[in-house]
Structure formats: C-alpha cells, structure tokens
C-alpha cells in the first residue's frame, strides 16, 4: 500500500463525524496528498522492505533484550531513533513531553539560513514528520499540550515563509494539516464550539501568509 494511500484511508476514517473533522478536510487530502507524497522524498517505503505486518510478526517474536540491543544500536547511529526512545521514556509527563517538541521549535526560529527550492523537499517532510509525532505521541493522551503545539507551530509560518523557497508547495501542506490537528486537539481538550471558534479568529486575524486557511471553518460554527 502506497503512503499516501494509507493517509487518505486515515482521513476517510476521521472524516465520519468526529471532533473537529470535516469534509473539507477528506477532499483535500483526496485532491492533494498523492501528489504530495509522490514529490517528495521519503523514508525507507514498508511495501520495499516486506509487507508491514510481516515485518511486524518478526518483530513480536524477538524476546525484549534482543530488541533492546537493536534499538540501542539503532539510537547510538540515528539521531531520530534516540530522540524517539528520549519521548518514549518521558510519555508520561506532558509538560517534559512539550518541552522536547518545543526545543525543535525553537531550532527552527533561530535557524537563519535560507532553504533554497532544491532543499525545500527535504524541509517541508521536516515539518510533516514534527506534526505527524505531536499528532501520535501527545494529542491522543494530552490534547491541552497538543493544541498548544499546534499553535506554536502555527505560529512559525512567520518565519518559514519567509525563509523558504516553497514554490514546489512542499511546506504549506505541514501548516494546513496543523490547523486541523489544533481543532481536533481543542475538541479533544474540552473547548466549547464558542471558545474554539473565538481561539481560531484569533489565529486567523494573525494570518499573513495564507497558511492558517484550515481553521476557517471551525472560525464560522
């Protein structure tokens, strides 16, 4: 199964009704995200390697210390693979959780070098990857820290834009799929449709680059 397939069966599967999803959203995702994948470089593809759930069967029939040592080795050699175990250890405290989110954030603000075209791949899957791991390792447990990451992220399209020669369109996609995530994480957190739509126009209100269109809907309810 191709990547961007498994994303459109995602988003067919949060489009039926749940918090802060749309339709909009599925379309788009429709329309967009083939395109998107088929553009940009990707990670080692789980359909070259063998299928998933092969690949999963050997893996649950390792014992733990076996693994472990991979792991191990794994983290001493990829930077992402240490910093993955990092949150893994921290899963349970939020506000550590947030603080290592934030310090990516933080990398990028004070990063001043500009991203030329040919580099612009490479980039926006920085951004993809970051909002993919917020969306999977905090939003689920602690929606409250998600929605401010979200916003934080959001809040970045000041400095992206202006440093990065996006005309492939391989950054704008991270932003729109932030917006949407920031809904579902307000829903998720207990946010009345009010203080949500009022949250959301003053994100809008605050946009100069044309990035935070997603929260336009959730604006109007």
Do not use: K
Not at 133 to 146: D, H, I, T, W
Not at 190 to 207: F, K, P, Q, T, V
């Amino acid at each position: 199964m191709r990547a961007c397939d498994r994303w459109l069966i995602v988003a067919a599967r949060q489009d039926r009704g749940g918090p802060g999803w749309d339709s909009c959203f599925a379309e788009h995702c429709a329309g967009t995200l083939c395109n998107h994948w088929a553009r940009r470089p990707q990670n080692v593809r789980m359909d070259a390697i063998g299928a998933r759930e092969e690949i999963a069967r050997f893996l649950t029939s390792q014992d733990a210390q076996t693994l472990a040592q991979v792991l191990l080795e794994l983290a001493e050699d990829h930077a992402p693979v240490y910093q993955r175990l990092e949150r893994m250890r921290l899963r349970n405290d939020p506000a550590a959780l947030w603080a290592q989110f934030t310090r990516q954030l933080q990398r990028w603000e004070t990063d001043d070098r500009f991203v030329r075209y040919q580099d612009a791949a490479a980039f926006g899957r920085e951004l993809d990857v970051w909002v993919a791991q917020v969306q999977r390792e905090v939003l689920p447990r602690f929606p409250g820290e998600a929605m401010a990451l979200f916003a934080a992220f959001l809040d970045l399209d000041r400095v992206v834009f202006e440093r990065v020669d996006d005309d492939g369109g391989y950054v704008g996609g991270a932003f729109e799929l932030a917006c949407r995530l920031w809904v579902a994480a307000a829903a998720a957190a207990g946010l009345s449709a009010a203080e949500i739509a009022n949250r959301a126009s003053a994100m809008l209100c605050a946009d100069n680059y044309g990035a935070r269109s997603g929260l336009s809907r959730a604006a109007t309810r």
